[in-house]
């Protein structure tokens, strides 16, 4: 399996903009392959996400590994700050 992350490259919110920047940087600085999946270039992988989260209005970032949900920017926050970052990408 594999960690995607779905994120916007063309969002208005800043707040959006540096919670993406912060996991992209957690993943690089650990050295763990994922996938990134731009939803501003298809709206159907807009839509994808929000199936896949399970929640009509959920916006990016959202994690996911293979097809299991890890949960968006404040989860992967909350797990960084406990220590538990293996857990919440579910490695």
């Known amino acids: ?6 994120f916007s490259s063309v969002s208005g919110s800043r707040e959006m903009k540096q919670q993406q920047s912060e996991i992209f940087q957690f993943l690089d600085s650990k050295k763990m392959k994922y996938q990134a999946v ?3 270039q298809n709206a159907e992988l807009k839509e994808q996400m929000r199936k896949q989260v399970g929640r009509p209005n ?5 994690v996911f590994n ?3 949900y890890c949960g968006d920017y404040a989860a992967f926050f909350n797990a960084v700050e406990e220590g538990k ?3 919440f990408f579910q490695l």
């Open 58 to 62: 959920a916006m990016p970032p959202q």
């Open 66 to 68: 293979g097809d299991k």
């Open 1 to 6: 399996m594999s960690v995607t992350v779905y």
């Open 85 to 87: 970052a293996a857990a």
């Open 38 to 40: 731009d939803i501003s």
